[in-house]
């Protein structure tokens, strides 16, 4: 009696919160329980699950009411399990009480739970469902902030659901409303629900993709960022939401934003997580830094985020054991250990499938499974996986899976020479620009890359391929492409001259001598990289070591000062170098075009060799002064075309093609006017022709380009081939 009427007085008093534990020990059950429910919102928001899950712990529960069981899950909401358990009481009970705005709460605040966990979506469509019975009949009038909450948690619901239920009128209305009120009301509603509301609305732009509806929900709550008062797994979970999609799929940039990129916000969710012990927030994070990774093409970290990953994953829970799976596939597939990236694939999709997890969580592994294919060349079973899947999806998922139907096409082309290749890359890239999705293989970027320099050389969206480049920070593909975006082109055929980020680079009325001749010498050496000592042997012949190392670096300077930039050239370990993978040299292009077409047979191939004898720039060094270390250089590009004319013009004559062949010789002479082996092979096509004359003229242009070039006298071979037609024009 002396503890109940304790609890009375407390009550009168305004002391609530030590009423209750005297209200228990009196067993004054009745008065206890009345007591809990006036303080559970206050004190929960104060941070004090523990002291209400001891009280209703020391409460009968079969004198608990459904709101009892409602504030338990809410206390519960950092263990998933445990939440979903007492929020289905708390549905059963409302259910038999009649309670509309109790079915409305709990529902929301179960699915809020079921959706940020990173555990498992077993159960989820049943709530989903039960969201969409409550839309459809109408939701009753709640206080302000419930009204807020339960629009957030049945707009996640219709985002978890059918495409149906969100472009349902129903639904419709019920995102316009969520957005009002998130773009109107600011400071009216608490900072927590308001991210609440901002992360719901983030992830529907995601799935809609729409951008302006994802630029709203985060302009709309940059100042309740900064709220002291907000819980940690609230501003966990929407940095998680902002970092995925900012990432993914809108790139967002605000003065005064407090987090300068996706990636900033996701380990800023990541150091909440492990501060506040709020592994899902943590796991979360973690997950989408590994995909903001392969965004940036960056794997130095990926390996360690996984190991992370798995470490803190829950084998118990499906959702968990999927996404590790997920990542172990991706990695596994670029080491190229496709045993076991098939077997991380069995893995995720037994895990999705024992869950029922709903189509746009499972979506994403279909993506991974997809890519491991690609990775193993297997497009048309690629292909055949997501156009299995295309009647399920909806929105952007089905519009991303058809674009990466038409990326396996193209690739199966390519590697299968198909003349339609180019038909299908096309198809691939327009495709593409009309949804602009950067993440497209994502796993797999060095076939993007492949396909991205493919379409540059042809033409195709071509904009749109050097912006994917860039964003992705694609890895030059092994063939080189001259049309790729190269931060430095030297052009050594034809003229010297220099492109710098695709813009010619102006020399100024006295370029640099020496500055110049170092990239001069490094585009003519062997893999482009020359050692110091060789260099200033041949640039500076005539200075003692000293003197040539200290004329070599400055030479350098000068060079790299005119670049506007350091990274193009490297030194190391005495030697000097060009970065292979952003500058670009003419004659090593040229050089490994002709090793791919020297033993080729076949139609297309023989075009091919005809396409790299038509686009040869020119000499080397032409109209440049001779040095004594280039001789060598330009004595094997002036053999190896003159090789390459002779077997062009060859296989015409003997295909009855007398004048294609005449016309390569003379394109040959162009270049090198006293080529004697293309004389000699014009002079004996004239004489199978019996156009005697006509190789006496040859032979005469012959003598003139040999005296131009003050050489000797013509070879006897060729001199002997037109000796008995000169001695007649001389009787």
Known sequence: MLKRKAATILVEAGRLDEAIPLALQAEDWGLAGKLILSRAESVLAQGGRATFIDWCGRLPEALMNGWHFYWLGVAHVPDDVAAERWLAKAWQAFGEADDPRGLCLTVSRAVLVKTASWRTYEGLSVWTRRAFELIQRGLPELPAEEAMLVRIGMMRALNFAEDYYRSSPAGQALETDLLER????????????????????????????????????????????????????????????????????????????????????????????????????????????????????????????????????????????????????????????????????????????????????????????????????????????????????????????????????????????????????????????????????????????????????????????????????????????????????????????????????????????????????????????????????????????????AACEQALHRLRKLLGRTDLIAQREGKLRLASDRVWVDLADWDARLKAVATANGGALRLDVEALFLAFPGPLFVHERTSSWSLAASERVRRDLIDLGLRIGQRMEATGNADQARSVYLRVLDFYPDAGPICKALIKERLSRRDFEGAVDDYARYERALRAAGEGGPAAEIRALVDPHLARQAR
């Open 182 to 549: 998130l773009t109107r009301n600011a400071g009216q509603d608490p900072s927590g629900l308001r991210l609440l509301a901002s992360e719901t609305l983030i992830d529907l732009s995601a799935s809609t993709m729409r951008a302006d509806l994802f630029a709203k929900a985060v302009d709309s709550v940059i100042d309740d960022l900064g709220d002291k008062d907000v819980l940690p797994w609230i501003l966990g979970m929407w940095l998680v939401a902002f970092g995925a999609e900012s990432g993914r799929y809108f790139p967002y940039k605000r003065r005064n934003f407090p987090y300068p990129s996706s990636e900033a916000a996701l380990r800023a969710a990541i150091a909440i997580g492990e501060r506040e012990a709020l592994k899902s927030v943590e796991f979360g994070g973690l997950y989408h830094l590994q995909m903001q990774m392969k965004v940036r093409n960056d794997f130095a970290e990926f390996h360690q985020v996984v190991g992370r990953l798995a470490e803190i994953g829950d084998s118990r829970f499906t959702t968990q054991v999927a996404v590790v799976a997920d990542c172990h596939a991706a990695l596994h597939a670029r080491q190229g250990d496709f045993t076991a990236a098939y077997r991380d694939c069995e893995r995720f999709m037994a895990a999705i499938e024992a869950a029922n997890e709903p189509m746009v969580e499972r979506w994403p592994h279909y993506i991974t499974k997809f890519q491991v294919l690609l990775a193993d060349r297997k497009p048309r079973e690629a292909a055949m996986l997501l156009g299995e899947l295309l009647p399920r999806l909806d929105g952007g998922a089905h519009k991303r899976s058809e674009i990466c139907i038409l990326a396996a096409g193209a690739l199966e082309s390519l590697w299968d020479d198909d003349p339609h290749y180019g038909d299908r890359l096309k198809a691939f890239l327009e495709a593409l620009r009309e949804i602009s999705w950067p993440m497209v293989l994502l796993n797999v970027p060095e076939l993007l890359g492949e396909l991205l320099g493919d379409a540059l050389e042809r033409g195709i969206e071509p904009e749109l391929c050097r912006s994917l480049i860039r964003e992705r920070r694609l890895g030059v593909p092994q063939r080189r492409p001259a049309a790729w975006p190269w931060p430095l082109k030297v052009h050594a055929l034809g003229g010297f001259r220099l492109e710098l980020d695709g813009e010619p680079l102006p020399l100024g009325a006295k370029p640099p001598t020496k500055a110049l001749d170092i990239l001069r010498v490094l585009a003519i050496s062997k893999d482009n990289t020359c050692s110091m000592e060789t260099l200033q042997d041949w640039l500076w012949p005539d200075l003692d070591g000293d003197q040539a190392r």
